[in-house]
């Protein structure tokens, strides 16, 4: 079936840099995505979405792309700080309104 | 405002048990959704209750079924158990059907032994 994917499953950067998240989805048919933080022992926490007739959308600190050519979506986030240390999870609705997850990038803050 | 809330937090059966989680969605949501999450992996979608029917389901047997109360509350509940039933069971609520910005609980862990 289609699915959600992650480039990488992990990224480290140092504090104060910007972070890139990158997530590659299959499903055409997908017209809405949301991106999701996921601290130890907690549930997922969201950060931001966007629909598909976007390309862009900004939040406090962090920036959404969306490339439909290329079923890409990436998550920016600026100034990186040593509570963005989470796993960061790329979802997609699909055309039966059902909402599919990637594995996740655990990303790890240096100080 | 409550957030969603979950019980139990934690959870040991053993094998062939049967269980059930509980789940309160966010103050004025009306639609709730289970999802699994195994160790190291993303949340899988279980299936969705709207106005106490279930409207969505994922790829899951029937052994997992579920029920959304009046007041919103929704149970999971989960039939002769095997090993690999053990996850992070997730709810996550939201306003109307389709899951427009979802709001998850911190989860129930389940370890069957």
């Known amino acids: 079936g289609e699915s959600v994917g992650l480039h990488l499953p992990t990224l480290s950067v140092q504090e104060g840099d910007n972070s890139i998240i990158n997530c590659a989805y299959s499903?055409?048919?997908?017209?809405?995505f949301i991106w999701y933080k996921q601290e130890s022992g907690k549930g997922p926490q969201f950060i931001i979405d966007i629909r598909s007739n976007m390309d862009k959308r900004q939040g406090q600190r962090v920036t959404v792309l969306l490339n439909k050519t290329v079923k890409h979506l990436s998550l920016q986030i600026a100034a990186t700080q040593p509570g963005d240390s989470a796993v960061y999870f790329c979802a997609e609705r699909g055309g039966d309104y059902k909402l599919s997850f990637g594995a996740g990038t655990t990303v790890t803050v240096r100080a | 405002d409550a957030g969603v809330t979950q019980s139990p937090t934690h959870l040991i059966k053993t094998r062939g048990q049967q269980v059930t989680l509980r789940c309160s969605p966010k103050?004025?949501?009306?639609?709730v959704s289970w999802y699994q999450q195994a160790l190291g992996q993303g949340p899988q979608f279980i299936f969705q209750y709207y106005e106490e029917e279930e409207r969505q389901r994922g790829n899951f047997p029937d052994r997992f079924s579920g029920h959304q109360f009046p007041n919103y509350s929704s149970e999971l509940n989960v039939n002769a158990l095997l090993l690999g039933d053990s996850a992070l069971y997730l709810c996550a609520s939201s306003l109307g059907w389709g899951p427009e910005t979802q709001y998850f609980g911190p989860g129930t862990r389940l370890l069957v032994l």
């Open positions: 103050s004025g949501h009306d639609t």
């Open positions: 499903n055409s048919a997908s017209d809405y």
